[in-house]
């Protein structure tokens, strides 16, 4: 009986600490089981963190090679634009130069321009004063048959041939003589002018033994009157040139007797010296050497 008892009492103990043990056991289990819930979330949402970082990376890579993309564009359209703007400097440095070029070249021009209007003016103030002195040197009667006009720089005197010769021949006349001596007067006067005497003839045919034809006739006219100049009158035969045109250079047609008589003559051309007119040619500015 008392075995009943005490195997009653004992088993009842065990049952005690069996159930003892398992509600231990079951509490340590849902702990657990709560743990690792929690950390299986955090493990979930440690792997979501960690697709979106890497999804961000991949994104700031694509960024950053966007971004070094442009970074070399701009450098290329620097480089350009600095290419650009060392190029108009230089052009603009350039034009500066040739502007400077331009202005000595056009004022070398003005003050070569205002050198020869000077010059053109003193030689027509020097002629109009010529043909004044000649004018007034004539007597009617003289200028009659002495013809004085200025003509692009040039005084021409025409004389003509009935006053200076007898018909077909090339001798002074007397009468000449004193008009010849009044023009060689002024012609010394105005040592700074060349001297032309240019003989002309109408289209009528010279029948002379010593004279082919009117080329020679008016050449030999020509002659006549430089060595009159010269031998009686003392022009310097330095300045003196002779020259005939026959009948190639009339004044108006041959039809009448009135327009031969025209064309049958010689003229005193007085010039200035082509020498001085080369010498300024000669001081023409050179646009190489500026």
């Known amino acids: 009986m008392r075995t009943r008892k005490f195997l009653s009492a004992a088993l009842a103990v065990g049952v005690l600490v069996l159930m003892s043990t398992s509600c231990t056991s079951n509490k ?18 440690s792997q979501v963190d960690l697709a979106e970082c890497n999804a961000n990376t991949k994104s700031l890579d694509a960024q950053l090679a966007d971004a070094r993309k442009a970074n070399e564009d701009l450098k290329a359209g620097y480089a350009a634009l600095q290419g650009s703007l060392n190029q108009s400097i230089a052009q603009n440095t350039q034009g500066n130069v040739n502007i400077s070029k331009l202005v000595d070249e056009i004022n070398a021009s003005n003050a070569y321009i205002k050198q020869l209007v000077n010059a053109k003016s003193k030689s027509d103030s020097l002629l109009m004063v010529l043909t004044n002195n000649l004018t007034r040197s004539l007597d009617k009667d003289e200028l009659r048959d002495v013809d004085i006009k200025v003509l692009k720089g040039v005084v021409y005197i025409s004389l003509a041939d009935n006053m200076l010769f007898k018909s077909g021949s090339y001798e002074i006349s007397d009468r000449a003589m004193e008009t010849l ?8 006067d105005y040592k700074s002018y060349d001297v032309l005497v240019e003989g002309n003839t109408d289209n009528v045919p010279i029948s002379r033994t010593n004279i082919r034809n009117n080329w020679d006739l008016s050449c030999l006219r020509a002659s006549s009157v430089v060595q009159v100049l010269q031998n009686d009158f003392g022009v310097d035969p330095s300045r003196l040139t002779a020259g005939g045109r026959g009948e190639y250079n009339p004044l108006t047609d041959n039809d009448t007797e009135v327009g031969r008589q025209r064309n049958r003559r010689t003229e005193i051309i007085i010039t200035p010296k082509l020498d001085q007119f080369m010498d300024l040619i000669d001081k023409a500015p050179d646009a190489e050497s500026h």
């Not at 849902?30 to 493990?43: I, S």
């Not at 001596?181 to 010394?188: E, Q, R």
Request: hydrophobic content about 35%; aromatic content about 12%.
């Open 28 to 45: 340590k289990y849902t702990a657990l089981q709560g743990k690792y819930d929690e950390l299986a979330a955090k493990y979930h949402t």
């Open 181 to 188: 001596s009044k023009i060689a007067k002024i012609i010394k």
